[in-house]
Each structure stands twice: as structure tokens, then as C-alpha cells.
Nanobody
Framework: QVQLVESGGGLVQAGGSLRLSCAAS????????MGWFRQAPGKEREFVAAIRSFGDNTYYASSVKGRFTISRENAKNTVYLQMNSLKPEDTAVYYCAAQRVWSATVTSKWNYDYWGQGTQVTVSS
């Protein structure tokens, strides 16, 4: 059993910052990549950022590039998403996801095997 638990969401004004955390646990947990996705009401879940577990390659959606930073702390099996210069358009439920084995694609939700429960991020204008 693999568990992913997000935390750090909340309400923030436009221009503010939040840092999301995702803690992974489970027997012999390992992943090829971890990512963040978000889903706004009435919208499809979309890719936000990802980081490979072997090597530190990072990937970002164009909408967040330059504002968000994904990182990980391997010793704690934790991945972070630092979100700066937040905009109302960033309002969504943010989900942490883990890719079990290597895949050339890290930007599609269909390539992830484990998901957290989500954490709400609300950005007010």
C-alpha cells in the first residue's frame, strides 16, 4: 500500500505564496517520478509540475513556469511545490501523484499510479 498525503493548501491573496508538501509512505516505496496536478471546479485535472526520482529533471506547465518550483527531499520521501506570485487562476485542488516505473511522459495524469487526496488552494483577488 502506497499513501500520498498532501498538506499546505489554504487561502492566500493574489501575489502571495504557498508551499505544498506531499509525504509518501508504504512498504518498499519507490517511484520513477512524482508530480503535482490540479483540478478546478468543472475543469479537467491538469499537469502542474513533475520531478524525476533518479536525476533531478523538472518539468512545468507553461502556466506556472517561473512561479512554481518543485523539489523533493528523498530522506523524507517528500515532494514539495513552492508556489509564488499566485493568481486567482491558480485556485484548484492540488494533487500529488507518483509514477511507479520510468516513463518518458511525466506530464499526463494517465502515467501516474498513486494519488493523494488533494489539498485546496484558493487565491483571492
Amino acid at each position: 500500500q502506497v499513501q500520498l498525503v498532501e498538506s499546505g493548501g489554504g487561502l492566500v491573496q493574489a501575489g502571495g505564496s504557498l508551499r505544498l508538501s506531499c509525504a509518501a509512505s508504504g512498504r518498499t516505496f519507490s517511484s520513477a517520478a512524482m508530480g503535482w496536478f490540479r483540478q478546478a471546479p468543472g475543469k479537467e485535472r491538469e499537469f502542474v509540475a513533475a520531478i524525476r526520482s533518479f536525476g533531478d529533471n523538472t518539468y512545468y506547465a507553461s502556466s506556472v513556469k517561473g512561479r512554481f518550483t518543485i523539489s523533493r527531499e528523498n530522506a523524507k520521501n517528500t515532494v514539495y511545490l513552492q508556489m509564488n506570485s499566485l493568481k486567482p487562476e491558480d485556485t484548484a485542488v492540488y494533487y500529488c501523484a507518483a509514477q511507479r516505473v520510468w516513463s518518458a511522459t511525466v506530464t499526463s495524469k494517465w502515467n501516474y499510479d498513486y494519488w493523494g487526496q488533494g489539498t485546496q488552494v484558493t487565491v483571492s483577488s
